[in-house]
Structures are given as C-alpha cells and as structure tokens.
C-alpha cells in the first residue's frame, strides 16, 4: 500500500507520484491518495486491483456513508491533473526551488529528517523550540509550522517548510536568511 499524500502531482518523471519515483508498478500495489495537496483540490483517491475496490466499495463504512463529491470538485481535479500532465515545467521549477531550498538549509547545520519531497522537516526535538521557531519566522514574514506530538513522535519536534513552484529565488533565499537569524539566536545552530 502506498499512502501518497505528499507525492500526487509531484514525484515522478510525470507527477504520478510516491510508486512513480521509486518505480513501483501501480498494478502492485494499493494506491491511495489525496487531491487536496498538490492538486489544490478537496477529497482523495484509493485504485487497486477491481476485486480489492469492489470490496472496499461494498465493505468501508466511511465510503457507504458518504457522498460523491460535488461535480464541480470532480471538474477541478480533473483540470489539476491535466495540469500536472501538460505543464511538466511546473515540476521542474519546483524541484529545482526544492534542491535550493535543501542545499541552504543543510549548509546552514540546520537537522533535516530523510526525505526526498517539496516538504523539508528541520528536526529541533524539542515541542518548545519548535514554536519558538516557528513565531520567530513568522515575525518575519514565513509561515512555517511547527509539527509537534501527538502528531510526531516525542523527542521528533520539528519546522515542517513546504516549496513550491512558485516561490522565486529571492524569497527562498530571504527564508534561508530568516532561519539562519531565528536559528542563531534561539542557539539550534552555530553562528554563520
């Protein structure tokens, strides 16, 4: 089962996802996903194999007792994934704002987790050092969450930091800038 809510639209030679990046065949697999990320849409996806959908059609209790979703939702991610077919550009700039992104955070010292999508965790441990973090850049102008337990495991505090397309060079750079100073002055790195 690959759970892609991050990869949809994005990972892949062509934006089919998490499966896609690695190579996994999507006949393997069951593949569920969402189209409120990358697609900008609401609602998500599950394909499999026809017994396994036709099982899950006539056995899930979420999927019994809810509604399709509206066709202008329909519409939309249907345009979202034309999108992410005919506009492979797109992709590329986000990649390429992502490697940059990466890069200043690592020279910086900063502790990323491993991971290889448009979401850069900084790991800083502590739930506490996180918000201080996070209020401190979002005083300058970055909105950059701060993920804590229950929703990470505890001693795994981190800046959850989201790239896309459409930020220049300039504002990423400005966002290093902003790091290296909150990182500096609440001591998660060494001067620069």
Known sequence: MVDDAHGTGVM???????????GIH???????GTLSKA??????????????????????RPFIFSTAPPPA????ALAALNLVQSEPDRRSRLWAN???????????????????SPILPILLKEPE??????RALLQEGFFIPAIRPPTVPKGTSRLRITVTADHT???????????GRAG??????DPI
Do not use: W
Not at 39 to 60: P, Q, R
Not at 73 to 76: G, K, T, V
Not at 169 to 179: H, N, V
């Open 12 to 22: 892949g030679q062509s934006g089919r996802g998490t499966a896609e990046h690695f």
């Open 26 to 32: 999507p006949m393997d697999i069951l593949h569920m």
């Open 39 to 60: 697609l900008g849409v609401s609602g998500g996806f599950i394909a499999g194999s026809k017994s396994l959908i036709d099982y899950l059609i006539n056995t899930s």
């Open 73 to 76: 939702l329909a519409a939309a």
């Open 98 to 116: 992502r490697t940059h992104l990466y890069a200043g955070i690592q020279a910086m010292g900063f502790q990323l987790t491993q991971t290889e």
């Open 129 to 134: 050092r996180a918000t201080q973090m996070s």
């Open 169 to 179: 060079r300039e504002q990423i750079d400005s966002c290093l800038t902003a790091l």
């Open 184 to 189: 500096t002055t609440l001591h998660v790195i």
